[in-house]
């Protein structure tokens, strides 16, 4: 059941026409749903003027994974947000990008423990984007919202 899931996840967000056309992959999924890989292909149309790829596709790359991997292990009752995200560019690259985007199960247990406490809970990462040399490319700190849905 789970690799079947696995498999449908990767495709559904390959297809997605923003990373369809921006030429960013999901490629490595870790067999329990936590961690993720996605690159940004090196393909003219990803590149600037300057021909370096695009700081928009480098942003989008990181965009909504963080929040998938949570609405896959977290109850429907949470709702899960993009609260906040920052982008830092450390250097500029002209081919293939790669982020790697993981959460621990105490992370998830941490998130639910504070919830029965309070309304809202907020929860940062950062994301690094890395050159296909392991030379960072640009730093992204993401906020995710966790709340309860009111019943």
Not at 5 to 29: D, M, S
Request: aromatic residues 12%.
């Amino acid at each position: 059941m789970k690799a079947m899931l696995l498999a449908w996840v990767v495709k559904l967000w390959n297809l997605w026409p923003p990373f369809f056309g921006a030429g960013i992959r999901l490629q490595v999924v870790r067999s329990n749903l936590l961690g993720l890989e996605v690159r940004l292909k090196g393909r003219p149309w990803t590149r600037n003027p300057m021909g370096t790829q695009f700081g928009g596709s480098i942003f989008a790359m990181t965009d909504p994974f963080y929040v998938g991997i949570f609405r896959l292990h977290l109850p429907r009752e949470i709702q899960i947000w993009d609260k906040a995200a920052t982008i830092r560019f450390r250097r500029a690259s002209r081919g293939e990008l790669r982020a790697v985007f993981r959460v621990t199960p105490e992370q998830l247990e941490e998130i639910q423990a504070r919830l029965a406490l309070e309304n809202t809970v907020d929860w940062t990462a950062t994301v690094n984007v890395l050159d296909l040399n392991g030379q960072l490319v640009a730093e992204v700190e993401k906020t995710l919202a966790f709340r309860r849905r009111p019943y």
